[in-house]
C-alpha cells in the first residue's frame, strides 16, 4: 500500500531545481492588480531618469540642482555638536517640529511678515520641502478639486496634485518682448485674464514658485498682488513654494505673498533648510501658516512619516538664530551666499554666450535655461526618436559630450509642452572647478563645429 506514494515521493524529488521553482512561482503568482489607481500616470520621473544617466556616463553634472560644495562651517559645527550632544539628541523629538526649531523659526519669519506666529501651531517641520508639499495637497486637496499650477513647475507638483485625487489645471509664465538689452527671467509674465479664464466652482488652490524653478523669476510686489487678490476674489488656498527665498540677483527682491493684506490666512508657505543653508541632504523643510490650515497637514504627517531627524533639525535651529542676529548685515550667510553664487552665475552665462546660446538671466534661484533652437546637432540615437527635441538633446550631451542637464519641457504640461522644447536647463551653484570642467567641455564642442 505504501510503494506508490514512495514512488511519486522519489519522481517528485528527481525534477530538476529549475522546474520546482517554476512550479511553486506559477502557484504563488498575484492575478489581481498590484498598484493603487492613484499611481497611474504617475510613476516616471525626470530625476530617477536623468540622475541614473549622469551616473552611468559618469558626467560633469550641471543638472541636479544641489551645490558640490560644503555647507558653512557654523552649521556644520552645530550638526557635530547636536551628534555629541547627548542621549537626547539621539532619541524622538517633537513630531511636529523641534521646539527649538520651530521657536526660532517663527521668530525669525514673524519679523520677515510683520504679525507674530505662533511656533507650535503655525508650524510643521517636514522631511524636506518636498515632504512638505506632499502633506500640504494630501490634507487640502479633495477627489474632484482642481489646482491651478502656473508653469514652468517643479515636476513634483502635478503628480502630487493627481495622488491627492485633484485635477491639475495650468497657466503659462510666457515672454514678452524683453525690457532691457539681454533676455530676463523678470519678462517672463503672468497673463492676469488667461488666470481668471481657469477658476470655476471646483477650483480649491493655486500653486506659484517664487524664485522659480528652472527659470529663475522673482515674482514682483504688483504680480503677487494680482494673484493675492485672485485668491481673495475666489476664496482659494495659496501654496507659495519659496525653498530659494535668499537667492537673488541684480537687485531683485523676494516677498513673501503671505504679508500681503488678507493673504497669511489662506497661504501654505513652502521652506527649505537645504536650500537655506547648502545642506541638501539634511532633508529639513516646512509649511508655514495658520494654525486653522496647518493642524491637517500635520494630521497627514502623523500618519507617515510622523517625525523628522533630531540632530539635523538642532543644528538648522542654530543656524536660524545665527541668522536672526546677523540678518541684513554682511556676517549673514542668506547675505553672502547670493553674492557667492552671482559670480559664478555671471560665469556660466558668458560661457553660454561665447558658444553663441542667449541664456536667460535669472533673477534668483540655482538655475539658468538657454535657447538651444540655435544648436544644430545630428541627434541619431534611435532610442530617443519619439521624445521631445530637450529630451534627445540631453541625452545626446550626457552621452556624446559628458555633460549633463536638464530638459525644460519636463516643467511643463503636456498641453505646453511642445511649446518650450528648445529650451535646457543648467545649475550653476557649483564650485568653480565643476563649472570650469563644463567650459571646457562647451569651447571644445565649439572648436570642433
Not at 494673484?227 to 525653498?243: G, Q, Y
Request: net charge neutral; aromatic share 12%.
Amino acid at each position: 500500500m505504501l510503494r506508490r506514494p514512495v514512488l511519486r515521493l522519489a519522481s517528485f524529488w528527481n525534477r530538476p531545481v529549475t522546474s520546482l521553482l517554476t512550479s511553486c512561482h506559477n502557484k504563488t503568482d498575484m492575478s489581481r492588480e498590484l498598484h493603487a489607481r492613484r499611481l497611474e500616470g504617475v510613476d516616471k520621473n525626470i530625476w530617477v531618469e536623468f540622475t541614473q544617466l549622469a551616473a552611468e556616463y559618469k558626467v560633469v553634472n550641471l543638472g541636479q540642482g544641489f551645490p558640490d560644495f560644503s555647507p558653512p562651517s557654523f552649521v556644520q559645527e552645530a550638526f557635530c555638536n547636536a551628534i555629541t550632544g547627548g542621549v537626547s539628541m539621539h532619541q524622538y523629538t517633537r513630531a511636529f517640529g523641534h521646539p527649538p526649531l520651530v521657536k526660532i523659526l517663527a521668530k525669525f519669519f514673524g519679523r520677515i511678515v510683520g504679525r507674530d506666529i505662533d511656533p507650535m501651531e503655525d508650524f510643521l517641520v517636514t522631511v524636506g520641502a518636498y515632504q512638505a508639499l506632499f502633506c500640504t495637497f494630501q490634507a487640502l486637496i479633495d477627489e474632484g478639486d482642481e489646482v491651478i499650477i502656473v508653469e514652468p513647475f517643479f515636476d513634483c507638483y502635478q503628480p502630487m496634485v493627481v495622488m491627492a485625487g485633484g485635477t491639475p489645471v495650468y497657466v503659462p509664465l510666457k515672454p514678452r518682448k524683453p525690457s532691457g538689452p539681454g533676455l530676463s527671467s523678470a519678462d517672463w509674465v503672468l497673463c492676469p485674464e488667461q488666470l481668471n479664464s481657469k477658476v470655476n466652482p471646483r477650483t480649491k488652490a493655486i500653486v506659484i514658485n517664487t524664485p522659480n524653478n528652472p527659470l529663475g523669476k522673482v515674482f514682483q510686489r504688483d504680480e503677487l498682488q494680482m494673484i493675492a487678490d485672485f485668491c481673495i476674489k475666489h476664496d482659494l488656498i495659496c501654496i507659495s513654494d519659496e525653498v530659494y527665498e535668499w537667492l537673488t540677483y541684480d537687485g531683485a527682491q523676494h516677498i513673501k505673498i503671505a504679508s500681503l493684506p488678507g493673504m497669511w490666512e489662506r497661504t501654505v508657505t513652502i521652506g527649505s533648510a537645504g536650500k537655506s543653508f547648502s545642506a541638501t541632504g539634511w532633508k529639513v523643510g516646512w509649511a508655514m501658516g495658520p494654525g486653522n490650515i496647518i493642524k491637517h497637514l500635520k494630521t497627514v504627517h502623523q500618519n507617515s512619516v510622523y517625525h523628522c531627524a533630531t540632530a539635523a533639525q538642532e543644528a538648522v535651529a542654530v543656524g536660524f538664530q545665527r541668522e536672526y542676529e546677523t540678518f541684513g548685515t554682511e556676517e549673514s550667510y542668506f547675505k553672502q551666499l547670493p553674492a557667492q553664487l552671482h559670480a559664478k552665475r555671471l560665469r556660466l552665462a558668458e560661457c553660454l554666450r561665447s558658444v553663441g546660446l542667449e541664456p536667460i538671466m535669472p533673477q534668483g534661484g540655482y538655475f539658468m535655461i538657454t535657447d538651444i533652437s540655435s544648436l544644430k546637432v545630428d541627434l541619431n540615437d534611435p532610442s530617443t526618436k519619439d521624445e521631445l527635441y530637450d529630451f534627445r538633446f540631453v541625452k545626446w550631451l550626457i552621452k556624446q559630450k559628458g555633460l549633463a542637464t536638464i530638459p525644460v519641457s519636463g516643467f511643463y504640461s503636456p498641453e505646453h509642452r511642445n511649446d518650450f522644447q528648445n529650451y535646457i536647463r543648467f545649475c550653476f551653484v557649483k564650485e568653480d572647478s565643476t563649472l570650469k570642467a563644463a567650459e571646457d567641455i562647451l569651447k571644445q564642442w565649439r572648436i570642433k563645429k
